[in-house]
């Protein structure tokens, strides 16, 4: 079966601007969760969605935002980008949820470039 | 706030001999640790996982040790190939929704 597909595979954009990344998951998975990784903080949790409810949230500013829609797609949000926010941005999909030993798929993420 | 964390930043290993990997965590409370491996260019891929209440657990060419005493994971790699050369991560569970990541561990094979 298909994989977790994210999309564009890679975004470059300007200080100030907002950007939006989208997530498909595994069919029938129902759990997204995202991931920021740079190479200082390596892979950070951002958020995690089921069932369009965000279930628990990471150490980040409120530029950052996600959302989940009723087909567990998931979409994330930065606002007012700035150059630390270059990073590959993971999302990962679970059939419930990724910390109790339901194993997370990863997809290729995200690369942003912001200049 | 806790998390989890590597030994070392790199690895280099012989071709054919065994790799470890060391990870030392500091939440005392998580029950569920997972190795991933991430190639150049990919999302960190799922290799073996252990849950607390074990001490060992073994896969196809692969070992998990994990010490509660001393908060320590480590995964073992049997007759290294170059195809393991990767970034190696150890993860553990905050809570029931959330994994928090160590920094990785470059692993390199000489041929």
């Known amino acids: 079966k298909a994989g977790v597909t994210q999309t564009p595979r890679y975004l470059i954009k300007t200080r100030g601007q907002q950007v939006t990344l989208s997530c498909s998951p595994i069919s029938g998975h129902r759990s997204v969760s995202w991931y920021q990784q740079t190479p200082g903080q390596g892979l950070q949790f951002l958020f995690e969605y089921f069932s369009e409810t965000q279930r628990n949230k990471g150490n980040f500013p409120g530029r950052f935002s996600g959302r989940q829609f009723s087909n567990s797609r998931s979409e994330m949000n930065v606002s007012t980008l700035e150059l630390g926010d270059s990073a590959l941005y993971l999302c990962?999909?679970?059939?419930?949820?990724?910390?109790?030993?339901?194993?997370?798929?990863f997809g290729p993420g995200t690369r942003l470039t912001v200049l | 706030g806790e998390s989890v964390g590597l030994h070392l930043p790199t690895l280099s290993v012989q071709e054919g001999d065994n790799s470890i990997i060391n990870c030392a965590y500091s939440n005392s409370a998580s029950d569920y640790f997972i190795w991933y491996k991430q190639e150049s260019g990919k999302g960190p891929q799922f290799i073996i996982d252990?849950?607390?209440?074990?001490d060992k657990r073994q896969g196809q060419r692969v070992t998990v040790l994990l010490n509660k005493t001393v908060k320590h994971l480590s995964l073992q790699i049997a007759a290294t190939q170059p195809g393991d050369s990767a970034v190696y991560f150890c993860a553990e569970n905050e809570n029931d929704y959330k994994l928090s990541f160590g920094a990785g561990t470059t692993v390199t094979v000489r041929a």
């Open positions: 990962a999909s679970s059939r419930t949820t990724g910390g109790t030993g339901d194993e997370q798929f």
């Open positions: 252990i849950r607390s209440n074990m």
